[in-house]
Every structure is written in structure tokens, then in C-alpha cells.
């Protein structure tokens, strides 16, 4: 690994300034449309009717939890795009979530989100983020909610009462993982401490998407300060590189002569399956660029010829191998912190790389002077999916996964390389000011 620089400690301050700033997804699609909105990009509306321009940029959201930004070439003749997702392993709150136990407590009742590693949830700070529907004059809106200090927390049973809990012990979310969240006095004070977060009154509030996360901070650290620690680097750390690749690439003067459209689109729900209206496996992406294509003047044909000439890079991170537990890697692709992006295969097709993709990548990170690693699941261990084959049922194209290196995933606390992020920034920019173009016998990178 070549030394820590300044410059990588920046970007990842950067990074946990950004997983700081997003709580839930609706925050962190709130961030990017405030970080696009300073970088000069128009927010489209889907209900409305678009005009494009060429040499224009522009981003649209859905459920505001979701968000695709795109870039326009004077000429348009493919897409270049980078799919992340902005969700990651949580509790969700339960409607009327207080439950008063013993007379004396005050817990509040939560449901599990996603995949998530249960045992670190406990004995550290949390909160409450997400948005709650209240009544407005027109008749519904949505309002942000970030509970921005320690609010709640899930204890541990003392060792004396479970005397083998360190032999192995099978959480129950209904019984262990629900969060205390006050003493007899703080009954009913949950809603009226959002309402206040809100800024609406209590009797207000319909309906509500609201979530737990986990209060610790981001830090960087190690002998070197080699490493960055943080809830939610699975998958913001890729969305966030995506994302700052095509802001980056907007202005360079390889963009005047390159003829891609280039789009960076982050979903909700891969967690879950992405089978929702904001999800990989929802229309989201095949809207937005027909619509794109459309609104440039195009027909049917020229829509199928763009997208079967298109590269599609899926940006999720990857496990690296863990210093206790090596054996549980591929003997030979065996992926580390801070030593580049992650290129992901699978045989059984759960990551969509093949031969060509991952050639393509390949050139992407040698361009960029960046490193490139390879994971295989170690063959009696079946690894997890996630958005390149989703989004592939409803858009045929070349497409490659791959990720960023990290242990604890699915962890409220995870830890990643503070060079990799600066590694992707700077391969999803390349890929923004390249040509990547599939012509049916060879892909063109130029």
C-alpha cells in the first residue's frame, strides 16, 4: 500500500461528513440534491414535462429515497452509468412504538431492516431519523425528521443472567433488540419530540417512515490512519465516489468531444430485495433514460441501439479478508483495504461481471492509475447479490460489479481504506470523461 496522504484523509473526512449529514435515505438523498444543486445540476420532476439541453445536467428523485443524476454530450449516442444504493441494515419503528414494561420503562416497539449484523446494536447511542406525513393546505407533505442527539439505547442482559452468552446466542427482535427509550415519565413523549423535530404539532402527523441508527461517529484511525470507521460505508462509500465522479467530470475537456450520457443513479431497498417503486428492480432507471431519450428526439430503435451500446458499472462494496477469520476468503482472489476497487464474480451469475466487463474496468482503473483487485465467495460459501443483475432485467447492457473492501459488513459499525474512496472517485471519473462504447464486436474505450 503506498503511504496515507493528506489527500486521502480529506476525501475521507469528506465521506463521514456526508454519512454524518444522511441518517436515513431520505437524508441522503436530501445531501446529494443539495450537493448537485451547488455543482449547477436542474432537479427534474416526474410528473412534469422535461426539457433537456445539450451540455446540461440535472437529477430527479423518487419517494425521496432514491435519485438519478445524468449529464447531457452535445451529441448523445449511449449511457455510462453507475448504480449504488442509499440503505443499509437497520430497525424500523412499528406504528405507536411505546410499550412500558415493569411499570417503570419505556421501550419502543421496532422491526429489523434488511440483513444486519444484530450484536453491535447493543450498549451504544442511537436515534431516530427518517420523515413522518403530516397535513398540509393542499392536503399531504413530507417532513424530515433527524432526532440529532442520543435518544435511545438497546442494554445488554449482565453475563450473571446469561451466563453462555458468549458461546453463541440467538437474538430475538422482539424481545432483546427493542430500545429503552425513558423512564414512566417519557411515556407519550416520543411523538411529541418528533412533532417538535418536524415542526409541526402532533395531531399532524398521518403516517411516518421513521428508523433507528446508530449515534457513534465516523473515524479515521489506525497506525497510519490507514483506516475509516462508520455505519452505513456499505453502500454510501460507493454512492458517495459514484456521485462525486460525475460532478467531477463535468467541466473536464474530454467531456466537449465524448458523445455518452452520463448518469450516476442511487436506489433504495437493496436491502430488501430492491422490489420497490424506488428500488433497482423498479422502472426507475428504464424511465428515467427513456425519457432522456425521448426528450432528445429519439424514437424506439434509437433507444434500443443506445442502451445495447451502453456500460452499466454497479458499485457495491465487497468483503475484505478478515486478519480472524482468513479462511473464510477464496484461497487465491483475495481482496484488501486500501489496495483499489473490488472487481466481483460470481458463477451462479449473483454479480454480473464476465470476461468483458471486467476487462473493461480493468482498462478503466489502469487509465486511471488506480489499482484493481478480484473477488470470488470462497466456493462453500454463498455470497450475497445485489444491484447489477437487478437492474440488467429491465436494461440488457454490459455491466461489471464491483465494490470497496470492508470488514463488519451490515455492521452499524464498518470499516473500509481511507485511500479507496479517493480510488473510486477517481475511476468513476474516468469513466465519465471516457467513451465506453459497445458496438456488438468490441467495446471502444477512448
Known amino acids: 500500500m503506498q503511504n496515507v496522504e493528506n489527500a486521502d484523509i480529506k476525501v475521507s473526512e469528506d465521506l463521514l461528513s456526508f454519512i454524518k449529514s444522511s441518517p436515513s435515505v431520505f437524508h441522503v438523498v436530501k445531501s446529494f440534491s443539495e450537493i448537485l444543486d451547488a455543482a449547477g445540476f ?25 435519485i438519478i443524476a445524468f449529464t447531457l454530450p452535445k451529441d448523445a449516442d449511449h449511457f455510462q452509468i453507475t448504480a449504488a444504493h442509499s440503505d443499509s441494515p437497520t430497525f424500523r419503528l412499528k406504528d405507536s412504538p411505546e410499550i412500558k414494561k415493569c411499570d417503570h420503562y419505556v421501550e419502543l416497539n421496532v422491526e429489523k431492516y434488511g440483513g444486519a449484523i444484530i450484536s453491535p446494536w447493543l450498549d451504544r447511542p442511537l436515534s431516530i431519523a427518517g420523515r413522518v406525513i403530516v397535513e398540509s393546505e393542499n392536503g399531504l407533505a413530507a417532513k424530515l425528521v433527524n432526532i440529532d442527539r442520543d435518544l435511545c439505547l438497546i442494554p445488554n442482559l449482565a453475563i450473571h443472567m446469561n451466563r453462555k452468552v458468549n458461546e453463541g446466542y440467538e437474538y430475538s427482535v422482539q ?32 403516517a ?33 465516489s459514484c456521485m462525486m465522479g460525475l460532478i467531477n467530470s463535468v467541466d473536464s475537456e474530454d467531456r466537449k468531444i465524448t458523445s455518452s ?12 430485495g ?8 423498479s422502472t426507475f432507471i428504464y424511465d428515467t433514460l427513456k425519457r432522456i431519450n425521448l426528450t432528445l428526439g429519439g424514437d424506439e430503435e434509437d433507444f434500443i441501439r443506445k442502451i445495447s451500446g451502453s456500460f452499466m458499472i454497479s458499485a457495491d462494496n465487497a468483503h475484505a479478508v478478515h486478519p480472524l477469520h482468513a479462511d473464510k476468503a477464496d484461497p487465491v482472489n483475495r481482496p484488501f483495504m486500501n489496495l483499489g476497487p473490488v472487481i466481483k464474480y460470481s458463477a451462479n451469475q449473483k454479480y454480473t461481471t464476465d470476461a468483458v466487463s471486467g476487462a473493461v474496468f480493468k482498462r478503466l482503473c489502469k487509465i486511471a492509475d488506480v489499482p484493481c483487485q478480484t473477488f470470488f465467495n470462497h466456493s462453500d460459501l454463498p455470497g450475497g447479490s445485489t444491484l447489477g443483475n437487478i437492474s440488467t432485467k429491465h436494461l440488457s447492457m454490459n455491466t461489471v460489479d464491483i465494490g470497496l473492501a470492508e470488514l463488519a459488513m ?18 468513476a471519473e474516468t469513466f465519465y470523461r471516457s467513451d465506453v462504447r459497445c458496438d456488438g464486436k468490441e467495446i471502444v474505450i477512448r
Request: net charge negative; charged share 25%.
Open 410 to 427: 451490515h455492521s452499524p459499525y464498518e470499516t473500509a481504506g481511507v485511500k479507496d474512496t479517493g480510488y473510486l472517485i477517481k475511476v
Open 175 to 206: 424481545n432483546d433488540m427493542l430500545p429503552l427509550f425513558g423512564d414512566e415519565d417519557s411515556e407519550g413523549r416520543l411523538s411529541e419530540i418528533i412533532a417538535e423535530n418536524a415542526g409541526v404539532t402532533k395531531e399532524n402527523i398521518i
Open 42 to 66: 436542474r432537479e427534474l420532476r416526474e410528473t412534469e414535462k422535461w426539457s433537456l439541453e445539450a451540455g446540461g445536467s440535472y437529477y430527479v428523485t423518487r419517494n425521496g429515497s432514491a
Open 274 to 281: 430492491s422490489g420497490t417503486k424506488q428500488g433497482a428492480d
Open 261 to 272: 450520457i452520463n448518469v450516476c443513479s442511487i436506489f433504495d431497498n437493496e436491502e430488501v
Open 208 to 240: 411516518s417512515d421513521l428508523f433507528l441508527y446508530n449515534r457513534v461517529e465516523g473515524r479515521i484511525w489506525g497506525a497510519n490512519n490507514e483506516y475509516i470507521s462508520s455505519g452505513k460505508l456499505d453502500d454510501l462509500q460507493c454512492a458517495y
